[in-house]
């Protein structure tokens, strides 16, 4: 029996508790994250990768794939409404899931494109059907068979969500490819953004910018931040954008977030949200476009200022992945974490200090073939958003750029270390109705003793045996304080050997 050393791939049954090395939490909405524990100042990595390497034979690269997962199909791709969508996004407020993405005709990020949204009010139990959250700007090109649709012309890009005192505005970023001799550019003419209401109603469109361009012949105008009935909320939505926990990953009006410069010269795409470590630094990830490693960028004022971004040690697909963290302070990573193109599957990465990212989970595997053609297409689950609630993580991505679908993951279905065992066992112990306080101290204890032995190179014989007597222990309180049913999730929890 081979046991695993420091990190279990442990599918954790019980509940989520917090963990005794932490870094901070950004709740949902922007509000200042909550430092829960500190950790060393020594000398340290930004972020390190180190979960085991992908395995590129292996269609779940290797990794576990997690249990307790429900899927829902958000948009299915039709030519009558569009067999291109993109860049979802996904927010929650006030029980209510919100979720938007980019739509177009046939190819990428081709003029006409738009942008459309849903909600769900129970929890994501169920979903609204979709609508347009932004009419398309502009006239989409007749096809052109082998084309990649690239033309001059105006586009929309999902840009996520603002959540203003308790109101949600969808957000769309606008901009043209303009056509400079051979080359084309992207010119960006800023933002736009509406109200949703919890039941899906939708506000005006209006622009966030004091300016705003001409709009295309027999397209509508929308007024813009000059107004005085708009002025105050598009500051405001401005502002809460501007916060490196809620940055888009597209800016085109400045263009910073495009070809960003690396330490070492590499350019660099689609940055993530911030999410901050225990002694208040900023960290956002940024893909590398040519490494197949994902870059790190640090701040130590709160995102005025970032140190460059350097390369990491953590794989990437050349994707957009998307960061954040859990309610009780973990970081985590949703993307395609391998390299050196493949977006499948997608998964999901986790460090409990913020820094060693050391435990991977799939949350989809093995796509689909694509059903329709179109420029810049490829099969896979890809440019995942999420968002954290108490109990569950919400992440939506589109599939083969076709469809768009949300995956619930409980947060209890996350892999967790053996170092955070002992605390789920005692917090598990105490929420499962153990009437006996000292037996759940005592198993946490037990626990713990193990966790330490195995950090000491103690046998794999000796802490196997060891391993046993602990179940042993845990199913002789069946009938005397723990029910049946918590003894067999206990048993299976503190399982830490491979095979075991």
């Given at each position: ?16 508790v917090?963990?005794p ?8 909405g922007?509000?200042?994250?909550q ?14 990768w ?13 990794y ?8 829902t ?20 407020q ?5 979720a938007?993405w980019?739509?177009g ?22 979903w609204a ?11 989409t ?9 690239r ?6 890009t999902?840009?996520g ?25 992207q010119?960006g003419?800023?933002?736009?953004a509406?109200?949703?209401?919890p039941?899906?109603t939708?506000?005006?469109?209006f ?34 954008l501007?916060?490196?926990?809620n940055?888009?990953?597209?800016d ?7 070809d ?8 660099l ?27 790190a960028?640090?701040?130590?004022d ?25 309610p ?6 949703v993307?395609n974490?391998?390299?050196p ?17 050391d ?8 796509a689909?073939?694509?059903?329709y053609t ?14 954290a ?18 995956t619930?993951?409980p ?16 917090e ?15 198993l ?17 014989q000796?802490?196997?045996?060891e ?10 309180q ?21 095979g075991?």
């Open positions: 029996m081979k046991l695993v050393r420091k990190t279990a791939w442990i599918t954790a049954a019980i509940i989520a917090p963990l090395v932490l870094a901070a939490t950004a709740a949902p922007g509000a200042p994250p430092v829960v524990a500190a950790v060393p100042t020594a000398a340290r990595p930004l972020v390190d180190t979960a085991p390497y992908p395995q590129t034979d292996s269609p779940t690269r290797g576990p794939v997690l249990g307790g997962l429900s899927t199909e958000l948009y299915h791709a039709a030519p009558s409404t569009g067999t291109y969508s993109h860049h979802p996004m996904v927010t929650y006030g029980g209510t899931l919100f938007s980019s739509n005709v046939v190819n990428e990020d081709n003029p006409g494109q738009r942008v459309l949204g849903t909600v769900s009010t129970d929890g994501g139990g169920g059907g979709w609508e347009v959250y932004f009419p398309p700007q502009d006239q090109p007749p096809d052109e068979p082998g084309s990649d649709g033309v001059p012309g105006r586009v929309l999902a840009d969500y603002a959540t203003i005192g308790g109101d949600v505005y969808a957000v769309a970023e606008v901009w043209d490819w303009v056509q400079k001799g051979d080359d084309r550019t010119k003419w800023g933002r736009i509406r109200r949703v209401a039941d899906g939708l506000g005006p469109i622009w966030l910018e004091p300016t705003s361009p001409e709009p295309k012949p027999g397209f509508p105008s929308y007024p813009n931040a000059s107004d005085p009935r708009y002025g105050a909320i598009a500051r405001q939505i401005t502002a809460y501007a916060d490196p926990r940055t888009p990953p597209w085109y009006k400045s263009g910073w977030t495009e960003h410069p690396a330490a070492d010269g590499q350019t795409g689609h940055v993530t949200h911030a999410y901050v470590q225990a002694d208040g630094t900023y960290v956002r990830l940024w893909r590398g476009n040519n490494t197949g490693k994902l870059y960028q640090a701040s130590h709160r995102g005025r200022t970032w140190d460059p971004a350097i390369r990491t040690s953590m794989p990437d697909a050349r994707s957009k992945s998307f960061a954040g963290q859990l009780d302070g973990q970081a985590y990573v993307g974490e391998q390299p193109t493949q977006r499948d599957p997608m998964s999901i990465s986790l460090a409990s200090d913020g820094v060693h990212f435990r991977v989970g799939v949350i989809r595997y093995a689909p073939p694509l059903r179109g420029g810049h297409k490829n099969p896979g689950f890809e440019y995942p958003s999420a968002i609630t108490d109990t569950d993580l919400w992440v939506v991505y589109s599939v083969n750029k076709e469809d768009v679908a949300i619930k993951v947060l209890s279905s996350l892999p967790v270390t053996t170092d955070d065992l002992p605390g789920i066992i005692l598990g112990a105490r929420s499962r109705a153990i009437s006996d306080g000292g037996l759940a101290v005592q946490a204890g037990q626990a713990n003793k193990i966790m330490k032995e195995v950090g000491g190179g103690a046998s794999v000796a802490v196997a045996d391993l046993a007597a602990l179940r042993r222990r845990v199913g002789e069946s009938g005397k304080g723990i029910t049946p049913a918590y003894a067999k999730l206990l048993q299976q929890d503190i399982t830490i050997a491979s075991g």
